[in-house]
């Protein structure tokens, strides 16, 4: 979780930052492009003179681009050759232009186009994720000092509380083979009860490979505990609905074999 909340994290500042800018960028440039192919009829006469007086058509937000973008910038000297103008051939100059400055080919200004709202949205989503990073980072060191162990005597809860066997009145086990938790009930040093958590997803886990540390540890507890243990029991009435529909199958099979008889 660490990783994923600071790589995303890192991955929409880096889009709020530059990667929309630079969208936008490439996107006034390929206007730039259309623009021409439209002007190409009516100027071809004086048509080196005409392209070099047009700027790329940046949008008046000047937030929308990169920092260091140069707004009085004018087209591409790719634009300004006549031959390569002729036919009216704007889309094939852009394809040379854009693959010279490794840019995307394929540009949709309408669906490219990233507004203020959108870039803003990155830093917002950016934020998100390293708030969760840093209370991720919160509780994994929170954590990473702690462990729950066990000795002859008692269980040594994460948090430092000692609960000696002979002192534990109860333990709920009902959520320990779906989410590795379970609760110890005990009388403390002042004879009031007292409650502590049993783990096993956050401290030890369940892998085999490693001898299902938190396994063996709850079963330590178990071993040497005398009190109530409340465990998830099925109902015996569920279970006798369960068997009704087999028992009146098997009846019906009988009377269609006497039947049949």
Known sequence: MLVMFGGFGSYFLYDWKFGYPKKNFIIAHYKAFSAA????????????????????????????????????????????????????????LWKTFSGEKGWSQQVDPQEDF?????????????????????????????????????????????DGAKVPFDKMTQIDKRKWETKGLATITYSDENGTSS?????????????EENGAPAEALFQYI?????????????????DEEADIPSEASDEEGDSKEDSSN
């Not at 917002?124 to 002859?152: E, P, Q």
């Not at 178990?222 to 569920?238: H, P, Q, S, T």
């Open 37 to 92: 192919g439209e002007a190409w009829a009516g100027n071809r006469g004086n048509w080196e003179e005409f392209a070099k007086q047009q700027q790329i058509p940046f949008e008046e937000d000047h937030s929308l681009y990169p920092p260091d973008t140069d707004f009085e910038a004018k087209w591409p000297e790719i634009l300004f050759d006549k031959e390569g103008m002729e036919g009216g051939d704007d889309e094939g």
């Open 195 to 207: 409650k502590v958590k049993v783990d096993g997803m956050v401290y030890g886990q369940f892998k």
């Open 222 to 238: 178990l071993v040497n505990f005398e009190g109530e243990l409340i465990e998830l029991v099925v109902d015996e009435e569920e």
């Open 114 to 158: 990233m507004s203020k709202y959108k870039i803003d949205q990155q830093l917002y989503a950016s934020g998100v994720c390293f708030l969760l990073t840093g209370l991720t980072l919160f509780f994994f060191v929170r954590t990473k000092g702690r462990s729950m162990k066990v000795d002859d005597e008692a269980f040594y809860s994460p």
